[in-house]
């Protein structure tokens, strides 16, 4: 019986990944990577080089720390990370370390960022009530809805760990009513990208 079992689970999984290649996931991931490998390490050449030949980053951050309050910059991520990331979250996570909290306020952005998401889900959902909204978005993100149709949590996990933005896929995820459970439960790894891309970023600015 056991040798059965485990025949059938070896079974199952062979099919998932025979499902996974024939729907283009791996490849999507892949090419996912590629794109964005190379505006991350401009990002970063750009960065080091705008801080050692241009402006003093520490000081600009000093700068917005003093003459925002956290209040105001917390606000300001939260509309950004659900209206589609149009901020990168990078530049919060750098603002964080200059802090009196770091960690907290890590945690935080982190939080902020699974919220805005779910509530993109949400807002997903509200579109499909309004049919000129509902079409409008339909054709503006045909790709990415036909994908979470196709993979549904796994890319909800990639959304949440790799840099394309989380609110997108929880968006699309509204619109096809995919559960909310799996929602919150693949959304949360949002938290360990945070956590990884903070000990980078922590690292870079002193």
């Known amino acids: 019986m056991k040798e059965t079992t485990k025949k059938n689970k070896k079974s199952r999984f062979e099919l998932l990944h025979q499902y996974y290649s024939y729907t283009g996931f791996y490849t999507f991931v892949l090419s996912s990577l590629k794109k964005a490998f190379f505006p991350i390490l401009i990002f970063i050449v750009s960065l ?3 801080n050692n030949y241009v402006y ?3 000081d600009g951050l000093h700068l ?6 956290k209040y105001e910059i917390l606000i300001v991520f939260f509309i950004s990370e659900t209206l589609l990331g149009l901020i990168p979250p990078e530049i919060f996570i750098a603002w964080s370390k200059k802090t009196s909290d770091p960690i907290t306020n ?3 952005l982190a939080t902020l960022s699974y919220v805005g998401g779910i509530l993109t889900y949400f807002i997903g959902k509200a579109i499909l009530k309004m049919k000129i909204v ?3 978005f339909e054709n503006k993100m045909a790709k990415h809805i036909k994908n979470t149709s ?3 949590g796994l890319l909800i996990v990639v959304g949440a760990l790799l840099p394309i933005p ?3 896929t929880c968006l699309a995820c509204g619109m096809i009513k995919y559960p909310l459970k799996g929602v919150l439960l693949f959304g949360s790894l949002r ?3 945070f956590a990884l891309y903070g000990v980078v970023v922590f690292n870079v600015v002193n």
Do not use: P, Q
């Open 48 to 50: 080091i080089l705008f």
């Open 56 to 58: 003093n980053i520490n």
């Open 64 to 69: 917005i720390t003093t003459t925002f309050s």
């Open 106 to 108: 890590l945690a935080i």
């Open 134 to 136: 509902k079409d409008y």
């Open 150 to 152: 196709k993979w549904g």
């Open 166 to 168: 989380f609110s997108i």
């Open 191 to 193: 938290f360990v990208r």
